[in-house]
T-cell receptor, first 117, second 115 residues
Framework: DTGVSQDPRHKITKRGQNVTFRCDPISEHNRLYWYRQTLGQGPEFLTYFQNEAQLEKSRLLSDRFSAERPKGSFSTLEIQRTEQGDSAMYLC???????????????FGAGSRLTVL | AQSVTQLGSHVSVSEGALVLLRCNYSSSVPPYLFWYVQYPNQGLQLLLKYTSAATLVKGINGFEAEFKKSETSFHLTKPSAHMSDAAEYFCAVSPLKTSYDKVIFGPGTSLSVIP
């Protein structure tokens, strides 16, 4: 297994454009998480899935953000009508649910850096 | 709601000196606790985890952390700092309930090691 993969690694876009990020988790992991990280800050929770079901979405998250995980494998995070404040590193992580793993240990991808001009 | 605070956004130690990074959590019941490390231009990696077994947890690279329920703390220590320990360190908390597995991260502490 190659770990958690994220694509693209870097995205530069103009304000108002839509962007989409893709995450491929570790194949046997059924949980998938999206976080956002800005410089000097800890990862901020956005949303997470168990298989294809989205279990929670942050209340702080704008309606411009949407995430999907069709068929419980890869996931996409779309940001519509981007704003300069959306500039950040978007992190994906995966894990096994606690029933099977005993603890919710996250394996992170390298992240997708978004710059909104 | 669960949360994590990390006292000191930046810590500097001399090479060979003790490393102490502080983490306090708020939770109505003892949660699972984690320390992750992020080296420059790399993803987050797990250092160690507390899952309600032994209160003193040993991790990779000589790090360890002690869970103290009375102080709601989970401080990270290493007896002797190495230059390669320079990185960003994040404490994280996750509730024990299996139906609610969101992992919340603290703001992080940047560790510098001075030769």
């Amino acid at each position: 297994d190659t770990g958690v993969s994220q694509d693209p690694r870097h995205k530069i876009t103009k304000r108002g454009q839509n962007v989409t990020f893709r995450c491929d988790p570790i194949s046997e992991h059924n949980r998938l998480y999206w976080y956002r990280q800005t410089l000097g800050q800890g990862p901020e929770f956005l949303t997470y899935f168990q298989n294809e079901a989205q279990l929670e979405k942050s209340r702080l998250l704008s309606d411009r953000f949407s995430a999907e995980r069709p068929k419980g494998s890869f996931s996409t995070l779309e940001i519509q009508r981007t704003e300069q404040g959306d500039s950040a590193m978007y992190l994906c992580a995966s894990s096994l649910d606690r029933v099977r793993s005993g603890a919710n240990v996250l394996t992170f991808g390298a992240g997708s850096r978004l710059t909104v001009l | 709601a669960q949360s994590v605070t990390q006292l000191g956004s930046h810590v500097s130690v001399s090479e060979g000196a003790l490393v102490l990074l502080r983490c306090n959590y708020s939770s109505s019941v003892p949660p699972y606790l984690f320390w992750y490390v992020q080296y420059p231009n790399q993803g987050l990696q797990l250092l160690l985890k507390y899952t309600s077994a032994a209160t003193l947890v040993k991790g990779i690279n000589g790090f360890e952390a002690e869970f103290k329920k009375s102080e709601t703390s989970f401080h990270l220590t290493k007896p002797s700092a190495h230059m390669s320990d320079a990185a960003e360190y994040f404490c994280a908390v996750s509730p024990l309930k299996t139906s609610y597995d969101k992992v919340i991260f603290g703001p992080g502490t940047s560790l510098s090691v001075i030769p």
